[in-house]
């Protein structure tokens, strides 16, 4: 779910499961990654966070165990 305009993808797009459990949020900017992107396990913590910049992956990205621990930067 997201927006959209002009046809194409902005702002923060949110994939979810079947049962409805937020499975990734990215930030899109003329059709484009560009900003914060999370992906969450199933038990809703956060797994990876990171960052785009013009669609290239920008800085480092965080990894997270099942409980929400960051286990590798």
């Known amino acids: 779910m997201g927006n959209f305009v002009n046809g194409q993808k902005e702002g923060v797009l949110r994939e979810y499961s ?3 459990g937020l499975l990734s949020a990215v930030t899109y900017e003329n ?5 914060l992107y999370e992906i969450y396990h199933p ?4 797994k990876e ?4 910049y013009k ?10 165990d099942e409980n929400g621990e ?3 930067a």
Do not use: P, Q
Request: charged share 25%.
């Open 31 to 35: 059709d484009e990654t560009n900003g």
């Open 18 to 20: 079947k049962t409805g």
């Open 49 to 52: 966070r990171g960052s785009f």
């Open 70 to 72: 960051l286990i590798e």
């Open 43 to 46: 038990n809703g913590n956060i």
């Open 55 to 64: 669609g290239n992956l920008s800085g480092k990205v965080k990894i997270y």
